[in-house]
């Protein structure tokens, strides 16, 4: 795209067994999995987040390399993804070694399958604040700090195109399904996603002055 696009956020996977795993029902699973909007931004933005994310319980850990220290398996569920949106991802009660050389956080740390303390919190903050994820803020935070974040990106704003996102365009975001674009006056691109983390495009829903539903769809 040649407009900078509104960052997206990315919530934490949720930890739901899944009836095509060995580990489901199992006590203590690690699942691993790929960011693929962390992968976008780098590639369009030049930086270096990372782009694997380690699920354990109620804390996630960011890398860029991930060591299983024993046992795991590579689950494959289209039809029942995690919360997160993922549908592949890697599952695993062995311990687990995350590695993150970015320069914000050169932290090598390790994760048992008891979860010691310990996590990239300085990391994790950042990507907060960057407005890629929002797992860091508590629960009774989370609505005051997207509307605001909302607020200041939208309010005030006017919409002058509408289009729809082109094959290239979704070929270059990983994406089979191309939604609906909206262009603000400022040159921000709102587009729909079908979860957090951008997996694929999304439609839109809406509300007119009469009470009828408003369905814009994806294309294939």
């Not at 999995?33 to 590639?43: E, F, S, T």
């Not at 695993?92 to 993150?100: E, F, K, L, R, Y």
């Amino acid at each position: 795209m040649t407009k900078k696009a509104a960052k997206s956020t990315s919530t934490a996977c949720s930890t739901q067994s899944n009836r095509r795993s060995p580990y489901a029902g199992k006590r203590g699973v690690t699942r691993i999995h790929v960011n693929m909007h962390n992968i976008r931004a780098n590639k369009k933005n030049g930086s270096n987040l990372p782009v694997i994310t380690v699920k354990k319980g109620k804390q996630n850990v960011y890398g860029h390399t991930v060591e299983i220290n024993g046992p795991s398996a590579v689950v494959y569920s289209p039809d029942n993804p995690l919360g997160c949106g993922a549908r592949v991802w890697v599952e695993t009660v062995s311990g687990v070694t995350v590695q993150d050389h970015t320069p914000e956080d050169p932290k090598t740390i390790e994760l048992e399958t008891t979860m010691s303390d310990t996590s990239n919190a300085d990391l994790e903050q950042s990507l907060v604040d960057q407005g890629i994820m929002t797992a860091s803020i508590p629960p009774s935070e989370q609505e005051a700090h997207w509307t605001e974040f909302a607020t200041t990106k939208l309010k005030g704003r006017k919409i002058e195109t509408v289009r729809y996102l082109s094959s290239e365009e979704a070929a270059a975001m990983y994406w089979s399904s191309r939604p609906l674009v909206i262009q603000l006056d400022d040159g921000t691109l709102i587009f729909p996603s079908s979860d957090d983390e951008g997996n694929d495009g999304g439609a839109l829903l809406g509300q007119d002055t009469n009470n009828e539903q408003l369905t814009f769809p994806v294309l294939r």
